[in-house]
Structure formats: C-alpha cells, structure tokens
C-alpha cells in the first residue's frame, strides 16, 4: 500500500495529463500512477544517479520500463519529451523555484509539496503565472504535509490565503497546529524585538479567521 502522502499527489493527477515527476526519489508515484491506470506513461528525473539507479530497478520489477521513462537530470533541464503537469514533492521552497525558471511555458498544472516556506511558495508561484487552486493537509510519520494544485487558471489569493492555504474544515487539526507554533515562537521572542513581535502576532490574528470556522 503507497503512502499517504503518495496517494494524495495522485489524486491530484487527472487521465488526460501528461506528467514529469521532477526529483521523483525511488518512482514510487509513476508506480502507483501506472498500476492504478490512472496514466499508461510517465516521465520521472532526479539529480542522483544513485537514487536514480533504484528507480530503475523498482520501474523494471514492476515491469513499467515501457511505461516510465526516467531520466538523470537536474529538474527540468535537458527534457525534451512533451509534458503539461509536473510534480515538485519533497524538497525545499527554494529549490522549487530555482527548478521552475527553466521551460516552465510547457506547464499548465503543478503538485506541489514543499518542506519549508510555504506562504513564499504560494507567493512567488502567483507572480509567475500559477495560482493556487486546492491545498489538501496530511498527517503522516509525525509530520504534516502541505499538498498544492496549481493551474494557469487566475485565481486571486486573500491575505490568510497566502499565509495559510486554502481553508478545508477536515484540516482543523494542522491549523491548531500551526496556532501552537506561532504561540510558542512568540512567547520566545525578547519584548525589545517589537517588529518580530508584531509579525507573529500578525500572523496569529489572520490564523484566527480559520479558527473561528472549526467546531469542536
């Protein structure tokens, strides 16, 4: 059985899309995706040849090799084969965006799933053309994991939208979450660091607005 985290990105992945799982790790998705004939190809890349090398050998006792293509690439470099969606998951804001200045006019949809930064994610992904379209939360292995679709379809983000995602009720659970972590940066915060000290509180009085929806 894949993973929760595996089975979320997929869900995300519709028939007609033509997919590039970008530091696609041991190919664990372009399995699930071909097995489950949610798609009949796939392409798949990571920067290590190691790394790349158990791929291969998962994709091969799968018997996919002619489903799955992989490459040894650094993101999108030096891919020439046709592809409209691609997948970012398990890897850092930054490294993210650095992926994404080479072809990205190729891309219509993205998955996203970043360790870090997220309100930058979501923001700097705005500027580029790609707009937030479902956030979905998991729990998994003592961590949560942010999951986003992005489209080139314009949809304007509010302010709790940018810091937080988009609001889900069954997330209830992440958003007291994140309101303990902020309390708890807060209250560490020296009371002479007055612009630190009102950014999280900024930040946990937008928090609110998501709070205020949950039922207990």
């Not at 089975?7 to 399995?31: M, N, P, R, W």
């Not at 030096?78 to 190729?106: C, P, Q, R, S």
């Not at 996203?112 to 700097?124: A, D, G, H, T």
């Amino acid at each position: 059985m894949p993973s929760k985290r595996i089975q979320t990105l997929a869900s995300f992945i519709s028939e007609s899309d033509k997919v590039l799982d970008v530091g696609c790790d041991h190919c664990y998705l372009g399995i699930y995706l071909i097995e489950t004939k949610k798609l009949s190809t796939l392409l798949a890349s990571d920067v290590h040849e190691k790394v790349l090398e158990k791929a291969k050998e998962n994709v091969l006792n799968a018997g996919l090799e002619k489903q799955i293509q992989l490459f040894l690439t650094d993101g999108l470099q030096n891919i020439t084969k046709d592809y409209d969606t691609v997948v970012l998951a398990g890897m850092g804001t930054h490294t993210i965006l650095k992926i994404l200045k080479f072809n990205n006019e190729k891309i219509k949809k993205l998955i996203v799933q970043s360790n870090n930064e997220l309100p930058l994610l979501r923001m700097e992904l705005f500027k580029r053309g790609f707009y937030l379209e479902d956030e979905k939360v998991i729990f998994e292995n003592k961590h949560y994991y942010v999951i986003g679709k992005y489209r080139r379809v314009f949809r304007k983000l509010t302010r709790v939208e940018k810091q937080f995602g988009i609001y889900h009720s069954e997330n209830k659970f992440y958003y007291h979450y994140l309101n303990s972590k902020l309390n708890t940066v807060y209250t560490r915060i020296p009371w002479y660091q007055i612009k630190m000290k009102k950014k999280y509180w900024s930040q946990k009085r937008l928090l609110k607005k998501y709070l205020k929806k949950e039922s207990w």
